[in-house]
Each structure stands twice: as structure tokens, then as C-alpha cells.
């Protein structure tokens, strides 16, 4: 396939098998509604979509629908695995890995994977330990473009580029996040010839929430959010502009990967990507947010909802 600025950008669909999001306020699309999305994909030139054995049934829908949409070679898949349930002996496990690729593979419809992922960053030993040499091999029969890793720190992240078989890194990147870039992450990877995917663009959502809709659980974000909404009036943006655009400008190369529960919002974020961007953003947005904690930045540590 000829490469364009559209392979850039991953659609991705944990919202078409689950609910998610902290501003998700529609839920899970219906089967119709995942159509509708998907076409609006196609329709933007989007061709890659980023799913996970964890996302409900994301790959069956995906399986079902991509077809009725695109040719099978112009689409490209990435899927997250987990080892939680390897267990046994190393040939047992290793066994059970190959019938779960192949699993995956059958469920998608494709005869390999644009990339593979561990969904765990703990699961990283995984690569240099007994079943090595079966990741080897699922890039040896051409099953998998590349092996890699969904990373939550820069430790992880920087242990992830220093293994031989990690070809691609699934890593949070926002306007408030600077974890990352500090730890020289973009240019180590641009070095390696590692792809780079860049999700929580919006951080769940909470970036483009309404500062009157925050939830009282998330109050330590307020600050950083009222800096935002102040950041964009200045530059006459809206927040989902100012956070497309800064990572797209900020960190050239990386893929750019974002979720939606509706078509409109494909259609909206691709039509951003494709615009300009005020020459200030990007030295704005680091000078503004170099100090937010990692109780903002990461997901997993914000406080559970109350029923």
C-alpha cells in the first residue's frame, strides 16, 4: 500500500465492543451505529484500527464489518493480547499463544496483524524469556508486522525500545503530558526505527469535557483543565483542535490513535488533523503544562466512581 498522511492515523475501538470513556455519555454504539462509524472512517481515508482481546467483542464486530466496507488488502490491524491465562509448561503455553494468534487472526478476517501487542507493559519479560522465540516466529511467517508493547510508563517505555523484537509502543501523549518526551522516549524510537502510537489523545475524554460536567472525583484536574480552555480562547481553538493538533505538531512521525463512539466525531477529528495549527501551540502547551502530576496523567490512578 502507498503510504499518506492518512496511515497516520489509527481509529480506535475499544467504544465499538465496551463502553468507555469518562465522557462517554451515549454508551456502546449499536452494531448499525459501528457500521456507520466505520463508513465515516472510510470516507476520511482512515484505513488502520487498533482493538484488543479485552475490548468485549471489538475484533468479531470489526471482522464482520470491515468487509462490507474496505478491500481486505488496504486495511491494517492492531490487536492487544494478554498472557494472563498462559499457564502450564513453556510448550503448553507456547502452544496456547499460537491457537490465540490464530483465534484472533480468524475473529478479524486477515491473514496477519499491521501489529501485535502485549496489552500489559508488565508482560514485557515475556519477550526475552520461553516463549521468545514463538514472537520470532510469528514474525518470521509474516503473521505479524511487528511485535510490541501498550506502555502506561517511561520506565517500561524505555525498556521496551531496549528489546530486540519490540517494533512498535503503545504510549499515552497529550498536551499536559511531558512524561514521555523528558525521558528522551520520541527521539530513541525515531533512532531504532520503532513506531511510535500515541493514544489518550484526549485523555478519556477528560481534555474536550465541559469543565461544569468534571465529576467531583477528578477536582485535582480542574486547574490544568481551566488552563487549557484559557490556552485555547488565546489561540481561538476548540480543546479537541488544541489537542489533536499539538501532538500531531509536537511529536512528528508518531501515529496518532483515537477513539469515538459516533461518525460524526471521525469525521471531525480527521477534518482537524488535516488544518493548520497556530505557530504557538506547542511552545505553549510545554510551557504551560510541564508540572502536571501523574494522578492526572494516568488513568489507573484516578479515583473509582461511586455508584
Known amino acids: 500500500m502507498t503510504e499518506s498522511w492518512h496511515d497516520t492515523i489509527v481509529l480506535g475501538t475499544a467504544q465499538l465492543g465496551m463502553s468507555y470513556g469518562i465522557a462517554n455519555t451515549t454508551g456502546r454504539p449499536s452494531e448499525e451505529q459501528a457500521l456507520t462509524l466505520l463508513q465515516s472512517a472510510a470516507a476520511a481515508g482512515l484505513r488502520t484500527f487498533d482493538t484488543a482481546w479485552g475490548y468485549g467483542d471489538s475484533e468479531t464486530l470489526l471482522g464482520r464489518l470491515l ?23 513453556p510448550a503448553n503455553a507456547a502452544d496456547r499463544l499460537r491457537r490465540d494468534l490464530e483465534a484472533t487472526l480468524t475473529r478479524l478476517g486477515v491473514p496477519r ?3 501485535l501487542l502485549l496489552h500489559r507493559e508488565g508482560d514485557l519479560p515475556a ?20 511485535l510490541g508493547v501498550s506502555v502506561y510508563s517511561p520506565a517500561r517505555c524505555l525498556e521496551a525500545l531496549a528489546s530486540p523484537l519490540v517494533g512498535a509502543i503503545e504510549l499515552p501523549a497529550n498536551i499536559l503530558d511531558r512524561r514521555f518526551e523528558r525521558e528522551g522516549v520520541f527521539e530513541l524510537a525515531r533512532r531504532k526505527g520503532v513506531a511510535l502510537y500515541l493514544r489518550s489523545i484526549f485523555l478519556q475524554g477528560l481534555l474536550v469535557m465541559p469543565l461544569a460536567a468534571l465529576p467531583s472525583r477528578m477536582a485535582q484536574a480542574a ?3 481551566e488552563r487549557l480552555r484559557r490556552l485555547c480562547r488565546d489561540l481561538d481553538l476548540a480543546p479537541a483542535s488544541a489537542a489533536l493538533l499539538f501532538v500531531r505538531e509536537a511529536y512528528p512521525g508518531s501515529h496518532i490513535l483515537f477513539g469515538a463512539e459516533r461518525a460524526d466525531q471521525v469525521s471531525h477529528n480527521t477534518r482537524i488533523l488535516a488544518g493548520p495549527s497556530p505557530a504557538p501551540l506547542v511552545a505553549l502547551g510545554k510551557k504551560l503544562f510541564h508540572d502536571v502530576p501523574e494522578a492526572v496523567l494516568n488513568p489507573s490512578l484516578w479515583p473509582a466512581a461511586t455508584a
Do not use: C, M, W
Open 67 to 89: 468487509p462490507r466496507i474496505y478491500r481486505p488488502d488496504t486495511v491494517r490491524l492492531i490487536t492487544k493480547f494478554s498472557l494472563q491465562n498462559l499457564d502450564g509448561s
Open 113 to 115: 496483524l499491521e501489529a
Open 127 to 146: 519477550f526475552s524469556g520461553a516463549l521468545a522465540p514463538v514472537f520470532a516466529d510469528f514474525l518470521r511467517q509474516g503473521l505479524v508486522g511487528r
Open 223 to 225: 486547574p490544568y483543565l
